[in-house]
């Protein structure tokens, strides 16, 4: 990971904040006694009952780094399924005053403990009562059987796991230290993708527990999030048109190279899909030539080589040809986004420019034609968060029009309304506690569209001081992009958020680092939104563009309730 250069205020202030009151050594108090005469007495964290007899603890090092590595099992009052935590304590001497939650990808919840030490921060991870610890995810056991949800998981998943590992932290670490009460411990999160809905449900249910939290790309708005993975496929089978994937490929690059010089800068990077969005006509792609050599493909699934994560490997043939108006049409419905059959819109889709990862098509070898692939992420949340049936994907989509992905989305959204959704808007708890959001989103997301950040964030009132929004140009789903190598993405994020919170240093842009290409490091300062960038003179400056940022707004008429 690129470190960026850090001011000479915020090396002192990550080094040299306040230690800890007592001079024990690590060792003496890496001990199980210590650790069940420093939890939380039981009765003071209302619904959690410890268990001390299951506390484990003992030294360890990483990157060496040495750390205390505990083990405590708890239970939620009244009943008997015990959830097991890790925490990972810095020796004395590194302690910040710091408690640091990591976000997990996918249907995971993170298993590490010791994201935290970098920044002097105790660290936690939770099994949520399932073995998450051991890799077992949410679609995994979100089920007691067909047609039965097995709702307590869910719970945990969508916020309650992530929460209890905080409240549980926070006077275990003060304990576990001797520091006294007036001693402030900060509270941090970082996350992306669902890890960045973890950091918004976090904000959201115990806003009062934290103190700053960076979210990535969050895949919250669950129901509409997870049924739009299946859009790309259903556009192809309405307009009968299935695009091999060269063609997919070329009108991609071909719109990378066309809107690419639109910010004022020719290097391979769409900072402005704005006013590419509202410029550039993809018709004009009709009739280039296109040309893909033979590949061998392997598609991970959702949650990455799992056993039941819907992954597949397929054989693409060389491909040569033309791009057709049926393939533009194809790439054009899927960037207007999903419209049920009254012409109401239901929900956005990914900006201009962003790789087509949910259309991508399967060759059959045995009749030479192209095909429709059913992405898992999408099918597999319709079979068992929706259908609620056992099944890793849809078979087919032979009856799914657009209202049936409508008609999806919304049983999902009220299904999981209070748990997987995660869009309360209502941030006033943390935000009078003075907590602070730094929330960033690559621009050219094939996954969580970018639109959808900026949706939720609309619906923060008051958000420029406390809650500050990035989009990264160029980008990909929580990460740099392939096809935009040169673009720029922030990867210093937490210690900018400790300057803020504990030195009182308020971003005016976030760092983000080129490291490829012409511009290889260089840093760009990424523009809160709703300005957008401009470079000018080859120099990077945020501009106010109403009507550019205005193609990252939509209503969504289709659903008779308000969509946060």
Not at 235 to 253: A, D, F, H, Q, R
């Amino acid at each position: 990971m690129r470190q960026f250069p850090r001011p000479a205020v915020a090396a002192v202030a990550l080094a040299a904040l306040a230690r800890p009151s007592n001079s024990s050594s690590h060792a003496s108090i890496c001990t199980v006694s210590h650790v069940q005469s420093s939890l939380p007495a039981n009765g003071t964290l209302l619904g959690i009952d410890m268990i001390p007899s299951s506390v484990t603890a003992k030294t360890a090092t990483q990157d060496s780094t040495e750390y205390c590595a505990v083990s405590v099992s708890y239970v939620h009052t009244g009943t008997t399924d015990e959830i097991v935590l890790n925490y990972g304590f810095p020796s004395p001497a590194n302690l910040s005053n710091r408690f640091y939650v990591a976000g997990g990808f996918g249907y995971s919840l993170s298993t590490s403990s010791t994201g935290g030490l970098e920044y002097g921060a105790v660290g936690g991870a939770t099994d949520a009562g399932y073995g998450a610890l051991n890799g077992t995810t949410l679609d995994e056991v979100n089920l007691a059987g067909n047609g039965t949800i097995n709702w307590d998981p869910i719970v945990m998943f969508a916020y309650q796991a992530l929460g209890e590992l905080t409240r549980i932290g926070k006077p275990l670490t003060r304990s576990f230290y001797g520091l006294d009460k007036d001693t402030k411990i900060y509270i941090y999160y970082e996350g992306c993708s669902d890890g960045g809905r973890q950091g918004m449900s976090q904000v959201q249910c115990y806003g009062d527990e934290y103190d700053g939290a960076v979210i990535g790309a969050p895949a919250f708005r669950y129901g509409q999030q997870q049924v739009n993975h299946l859009f790309s496929s259903v556009v192809e089978k309405t307009l009968g048109y299935y695009p091999p994937t060269c063609e997919l490929s070329k009108i991609v690059n071909a719109t990378i190279d066309a809107c690419d010089p639109l910010d004022g800068r020719t290097d391979g990077v769409i900072s402005r899909s704005d006013i590419c969005q509202l410029k550039f006509n993809l018709s004009s792609i009709i009739g280039e030539p296109c040309h893909c050599a033979a590949e061998v493909f392997t598609s991970l699934g959702f949650n990455f080589n799992k056993r039941s994560d819907g992954s597949s490997t397929s054989y693409t043939p060389a491909q040569t040809g033309n791009v057709t108006a049926e393939g533009v049409a194809v790439a054009q419905a899927i960037y207007d986004g999903l419209f049920n059959s009254a012409g109401e819109r239901a929900y956005l889709s990914y900006r201009i420019g962003s790789e087509f990862s949910d259309g991508e098509t399967t060759y059959d070898n045995s009749t030479g034609a192209w095909g429709v692939n059913i992405p898992s992420t999408g099918g597999e949340f319709v079979t068992r968060f929706i259908d609620l049936v056992e099944l890793d994907n849809l078979e087919t989509l032979d009856s799914v029009d657009y209202d049936t992905l409508v008609e999806w989305m919304n049983k999902a959204m009220v299904r999981y309304m209070d748990t997987l959704q995660t869009t309360l808007p209502d941030l006033m708890t943390f935000k009078s506690t003075g907590g602070k959001i730094i929330h960033y989103h690559g621009e050219s997301d094939p996954s969580v569209p970018a639109a959808s950040s900026i949706e939720a964030a609309e619906a923060i009132e008051q958000m420029k001081e406390w809650y500050q929004l990035y989009l990264a140009p160029g980008a990909a789903h929580c990460g740099r992009n392939s096809l935009q190598s040169n673009g720029p993405f922030p990867e210093d994020n937490m210690a900018t958020m400790i300057q803020w919170v504990e030195n009182g240093v308020q971003p005016t842009g976030l760092n983000a680092a080129v490291d490829a290409g012409k511009y290889d490091g260089e840093i760009q300062s990424l523009c809160q939104f709703p300005k957008r960038p401009v470079w000018e003179n080859n120099k990077w400056k945020c501009e106010s563009d109403d009507k550019g940022a205005d193609t990252f707004y939509y209503t969504f008429p289709a659903f008779k309730v308000p969509i946060y």
